[in-house]
């Protein structure tokens, strides 16, 4: 079972900074495209950003945009997401999320249901 794994999570005061981390665990995140979801305590999973490959095509969730920016380095084989601005509401479990097939739109923060392999999340805590 193919398993990309998160990192960079951690606690952060509000208006701090995180970068979030995915690489896949003995493979390549080549031809996959990546996304971003979260799942704070209580509330439904949301999606968050994706990035297409190689990169050209972004998505965000409105509640993210201009704040959080999605990227990968197909080098490194590895995605990222920074978060900058972070606020209490970001608090969440992120996890990271892959697919070969996102559909039409490059990629997609809307259907989870296109990714194939999921990470097992890391946790995200803004507060003073």
């Known amino acids: 079972q193919l398993q990309p794994v998160e990192s960079g999570g951690g606690l952060v005061q509000p208006g701090g900074s995180l970068r979030l981390s995915c690489e896949g665990s003995?493979?390549?995140?080549?031809?996959?495209?990546i996304a971003w979801f979260r799942q704070a305590p209580g509330k439904p999973r949301e999606g968050v950003s994706c990035?297409?490959?190689?990169?050209?095509?972004?998505k965000y969730a409105g509640a993210v945009k201009g704040r959080f920016s999605i990227s990968r380095d197909n080098i490194r084989h590895t995605g990222y997401l920074q978060m900058d601005s972070l606020r209490p509401e970001d608090t969440a479990v992120y996890y990271c999320?892959?697919?070969?097939?996102?559909?039409?739109?490059?990629?997609?923060?809307?259907?989870?249901?296109?990714?194939?392999?999921w990470g097992q999340g890391t946790q995200v805590t803004v507060s003073s």
């Open positions: 003995g493979f390549t995140l080549d031809y996959y495209a």
């Open positions: 999320a892959i697919t070969r097939n996102p559909g039409s739109g490059a990629c997609t923060v809307t259907d989870e249901g296109r990714y194939d392999y």
């Open positions: 990035i297409s490959y190689p990169g050209r095509h972004t």
